[in-house]
């Protein structure tokens, strides 16, 4: 999990992104679409097509670090709005990682075997 510092802002990124992007094309995207310093210490969250991955990008003030989840099963559950961001906090991050609907929190699947 992703060390999230106190007061630090969460973005997510509205509608899908090329999940084939890396970190320096993700970085570029929050500052050219999203209009935001991708190196002000924020975490940007992006979802792919089809919903169940997501990629965030953090600066942690020594470097760029990107990171990201698949779930096995489920969505990620996303606001509306179809451009720009919207600001979540790092509890609500915590949760949508966990598959658990950040809105109303309640874990929407559990894996019962390995593998």
Do not use: F, N
């Given at each position: 999990?992703?060390?999230?510092?106190?007061?630090?802002?969460?973005?997510?990124a509205m509608g899908h992104t090329d999940m084939r992007r890396g970190?320096?094309?993700?970085?570029?995207?929050?500052?050219?679409?999203l209009g935001r310093d991708p190196h002000a210490g924020d975490l940007f969250v992006f979802r792919g097509r089809?919903?169940?991955?997501?990629?965030?990008?953090?600066?942690d003030g020594?470097?760029?670090s990107l990171y990201m989840k698949r779930l096995e099963r489920g969505r990620f559950i996303w606001p509306s709005p179809t451009?720009?961001?919207?600001?979540?906090?790092?509890?609500?991050?915590?949760?949508m990682l966990d598959g658990i609907d950040w809105r109303n929190p309640q874990r929407t699947w559990r894996p019962e075997v390995a593998g």
């Open positions: 999990m992703i060390p999230v510092p106190s007061g630090v802002r969460v973005w997510l970190m320096q094309s993700l970085a570029l995207q929050v500052q050219q679409t089809k919903a169940d991955l997501v990629k965030i990008i953090w600066h020594v470097g760029m451009e720009g961001c919207v600001a979540i906090s790092g509890p609500q991050l915590a949760y």
